[in-house]
């Protein structure tokens, strides 16, 4: 899980599932195309790219992982 931000107000970004069988990643529902994700999450890479990064991109990002 991507997002932007703590709490109610967080913007999630990508929400992914890695179930046995391919890794599906979905973005969020008000997701911008500027965001990107990189990597290989089977190689426990999931990097986030944000394209023409600007001022107003400022905050704070948090990568969460779930093991069921």
């Given amino acids: 899980l991507w997002r932007l931000g703590h709490g109610q107000g967080a913007t999630v970004l990508f929400r992914c599932t890695s179930h046995p069988g391919p890794a599906a990643c979905e973005p969020g529902p008000q997701q911008d195309q500027r965001y990107r994700l990189e990597g290989n999450p089977r190689q426990h890479d999931l990097s ?12 704070r990002y948090y990568c969460r992982v779930e093991v069921q």
């Fill in 48 to 59: 986030l790219r944000i394209t023409s990064a600007a001022l107003q991109d400022s905050g």
